[in-house]
Antibody
């Protein structure tokens, strides 16, 4: 069965960087893209960008360009999110999710709570 | 960027009642629309894709409809576990992958 398992909660100071991993299993890692979505407390879902595990190509939401990096390690079927220059507004739950071509997100990670304090 | 607008923001209903949620896209997305359910403290769960196809394991009381710019999600008879927040998302024209702001279905 398909699983996306994310790293644990983090507490960061303003100006620091967050790093979240998303370890996948149960499917061919390079067949599906990995997207990152975040959710601030009490708010909706915000798409941050995606990475192609096959090629490593990335695309980031304009809001995060310049301070976000998404990457993958095909040897361990894991995707990564890094966000720099954190502010209090970056406190949120960060989710990874997979999709394939023009399709919805059919599997999600459990979420990683990041608190900027 | 395609803007997704959901209504109502909150829907109050009783168990056993029918609930209809709405989602509008700022331009045509054909039927490349998904609905997700999110229970507090959990990740979103895919309910509907292709505007009207139920995802694996989703009960038949959930149905989706629409095309172009207007879409609906109907829950035919609300069960206690259906009280949650529902999001629509377009995947026709991206990046970015845009979500609606959500509809909370409350008792």
């Amino acid at each position: 069965q398909v699983h996306l398992v994310q790293s644990g909660a983090e507490v960061k100071e303003p100006g620091a960087s967050l790093s979240v991993s998303c370890k996948t299993s149960g499917y061919t890692f390079t067949d599906y893209s990995i997207h990152w979505v975040r959710q601030a407390p009490g708010q909706g879902l915000e798409w941050m960008g995606w990475v192609s595990p096959h090629s490593g190509v990335t695309n980031y939401a304009q809001k995060f360009q310049g301070r976000v990096t998404m990457a993958r390690d095909t040897s361990i079927n894991t995707a990564y999110l890094e966000l720099n220059s954190l502010s209090f507004d970056d406190s949120a739950v960060y989710f990874c999710a997979r999709d394939r071509d023009i399709s919805p997100f059919d599997y999600w990670g459990q979420g990683t709570l990041v608190t900027v304090s | 960027e395609i803007v997704m607008t959901q209504s109502p923001a909150t829907l109050s209903a009783s168990p056993g009642e029918r609930a209809t949620l709405f989602c509008r896209a700022s331009q045509s997305i054909t039927t490349n629309l998904a609905w997700y359910q999110q229970i507090p403290g959990q990740a979103p769960r895919l309910l509907i894709y292709g505007a009207s196809t139920r995802a694996t394991g989703i009960p038949a009381r959930f149905s989706g409809g629409g095309s172009g710019t207007e879409f609906t999600l109907t829950i035919s008879s609300l069960q206690s576990e259906d009280f949650a927040v529902y999001y629509c998302q377009q995947y026709n024209n991206w990046p970015p992958r845009t979500f609606g702001q959500g509809t909370k279905v409350e008792i």
